[in-house]
Nanobody
C-alpha cells in the first residue's frame, strides 16, 4: 500500500506559477513497484482528466492543454513527485490529485492510465 500526500496548491493570478508536490509513503517494496506516477485534475462540474504522467524510465506525457506550460518531474531518492505549472490560466482551476500505479508496465504510463493509488488532492485556483 502506498499513501500519497499532495501540497503546494493555492490561489494565484493568471500568468503566475505554482509548484505542486506529492510525497509517497509506504514500504520500500511497495514504492519500488510503482512504474508510473501522474497528476490529474477535476474542475467543478467536469470529469477528472489526466494532466501529466511520468514513467519509471523517465518518459513523460502531457495533456495538450498544458503542453509547454507544465512540467512533471520526480525525485526518486526522496519519493517526491512535482508539477511545475507556469503561465497559469483560469481554466487550470481545479482540484489536483497525485496518483500512482504498479499494475501493467511502465510502457502503459500515460495521462489516461488507470491508477492504483490516489492522494486526497490540493486545490488550485487561478484568478483573472
Amino acid at each position: 500500500q502506498v499513501h500519497l500526500v499532495e501540497s503546494g496548491g493555492g490561489s494565484v493570478q493568471a500568468g503566475g506559477s505554482l509548484r505542486l508536490s506529492c510525497a509517497a509513503f509506504g514500504t520500500a517494496y511497495s514504492i519500488n513497484t510503482i512504474n508510473c506516477m501522474g497528476w490529474f485534475r477535476q474542475a467543478a462540474g467536469k470529469e477528472r482528466e489526466g494532466v501529466a504522467a511520468i514513467a519509471s524510465d523517465g518518459n513523460t506525457s502531457y495533456v495538450d492543454s498544458v503542453k509547454g506550460r507544465f512540467t512533471i518531474s520526480q525525485d526518486k531518492a526522496k519519493n517526491l513527485l512535482y508539477l511545475q505549472m507556469n503561465s497559469l490560466k483560469p481554466e487550470d482551476t481545479a482540484m489536483y490529485y497525485c496518483a500512482a500505479k504498479w499494475r501493467g508496465g511502465a510502457y502503459s504510463c500515460s495521462t489516461n492510465a488507470g491508477m492504483d493509488y490516489w492522494g486526497k488532492g490540493t486545490l488550485v485556483t487561478i484568478t483573472s
